[in-house]
Structure formats: C-alpha cells, structure tokens
C-alpha cells in the first residue's frame, strides 16, 4: 500500500481509498473463510436440483 494515497483525501461518501487489486483480495480472503455469498434464487435452484437428483444427504446453510 502506498502511505501517501492511503494519506489522500477522500471522496464524499468515503471511508477509505483502496488501491489496485486490493477489494479483490479482501473479497477473496472473506469468500475463504465465509463461503460465496449466494442470492436467494440461486440457494431455490439449488434446492430444487438436490431434491430432483435424490442428494438427500447434502446439507446447505440455507
């Protein structure tokens, strides 16, 4: 990290200044420890498809 960006000001709105590549591996750390954050449609489908191919002994979160 450059101490003098991380040092700028900052935009309306704004808690912090990231630089290049660096929300990526936030995400990726995050994704590494939590999962992949799925949407509700995405968690039905897959409920769906367990139940159709008989994976009745797969347990999700959700």
Do not use: C, H, W
């Not at 929300?23 to 590494?32: C, S, T, V, Y």
């Not at 992949?36 to 489908?45: A, G, H, W």
């Amino acid at each position: 990290m450059s101490l003098k960006l991380q040092s700028s000001l900052l935009a309306v709105n704004n808690a912090r200044i990231y630089t290049a590549g660096e929300k990526e591996f936030l995400a990726e750390l995050e994704r590494g420890t939590k999962g992949i954050p799925l949407n509700r449609s995405l968690q039905e489908d897959i409920k769906v498809m367990k139940k159709e191919l008989g994976l009745g002994n797969y347990k999700f979160p959700f």
